[in-house]
């Protein structure tokens, strides 16, 4: 079974930045598509971005396009969700997601493995 653990969320001032980690335990991720979204108190999960395996071809929403930058390096295991010029808005819970291809930032249903998620807080 295929595990995720998402790291490096905290706290941060408006305008900061954070680098957040998607890696698996006992798997690789290689041959996954992997997606970040995050679900604040009281609204939908929502989809961030999304890295496919072979092309490594990448999705943004509108929200983050231009200040969130998703990579891997398939040599590392891990899946980066660069995020710079944080807002407010910006403060959720930060999931990653993996399956076999990059379903839609809107179809979050469709992803079959999810981390526990990290906290991202952002506040002056």
């Known amino acids: 079974q295929l595990q995720l653990v998402e790291s490096g969320g905290g706290s941060v001032q408006p305008g900061g930045s954070l680098t957040l980690s998607c890696a698996a335990s006992?798997?690789?991720?290689?041959?996954?598509?992997i997606a970040w979204f995050r679900q604040a108190p009281g609204k939908e999960r929502e989809g961030l971005s999304c890295i496919d395996s072979s092309t490594g071809s990448t999705d943004y929403a509108d929200s983050v396009k231009g200040r969130f930058t998703i990579s891997r390096d398939n040599e590392k295991n891990p899946v980066n969700l660069q995020m710079n010029s944080l807002k407010p808005e910006d403060a959720a819970v930060y999931y990653c997601?993996?399956?076999?291809?990059?379903?839609?930032?809107?179809?979050?249903?469709?992803?079959?493995?999810w981390g526990q998620g990290t906290q991202v807080t952002v506040s002056s």
């Open positions: 006992g798997f690789t991720l290689d041959y996954y598509a």
């Open positions: 997601a993996a399956d076999l291809l990059c379903y839609g930032l809107d179809r979050p249903g469709d992803f079959g493995h």
